[in-house]
Nanobody, 127 residues
Framework: QTHLKESGGASVQPGASLRLSCAAS????????IGWFRQARGKEREFVGC??????????VYADSAKGRFTITRDDAKNTAYLQMNNLTPEDAAVYFC??????????????????WGQGTQVTISS
């Protein structure tokens, strides 16, 4: 049985930085693509970015809203992926989820491709 668990969410001021972690257990983490998604209150879940597993060569894709501010990395030895978020704005407030996709090739932005999901971690932006 596979598990993903996000951590690192917090309440911060605009302009602050946060690093979210996605810890996995139960499977060969390095093989899987890891996607980051977020869902703000009253809105649809949206793609933030993803990092491919070994079959995709570690390729990283970002949503336009994340480019230049967010960085996704992974440490396969620790079975953990990270989402570094800088210069946070109120529009970044949401529950952030990580998810894994065992499909071949590069990671995808479609949430339907991801089989396993964490429970989410809350990011609040407040001045």
């Amino acid at each position: 049985q596979t598990h993903l668990k996000e951590s690192g969410g917090a309440s911060v001021q605009p302009g602050a930085s946060l690093r979210l972690s996605c810890a996995a257990s139960g499977y060969a983490f390095g093989f899987y693509d890891i996607g980051w998604f977020r869902q703000a209150r009253g809105k649809e879940r949206e793609f933030v970015g993803c990092i491919s597993g070994s079959s995709g060569g570690g390729n990283i894709v970002y949503a336009d809203s994340a480019k230049g501010r967010f960085t996704i990395t992974r440490d396969d030895a620790k079975n953990t992926a990270y989402l570094q978020m800088n210069n946070l704005t109120p529009e970044d407030a949401a529950v952030y989820f990580c998810a894994s996709d065992g499909g071949p090739g590069e990671c995808r932005s479609d949430s339907r491709e991801y089989e396993n999901w964490g429970q989410g971690t809350q990011v609040t932006i407040s001045s």
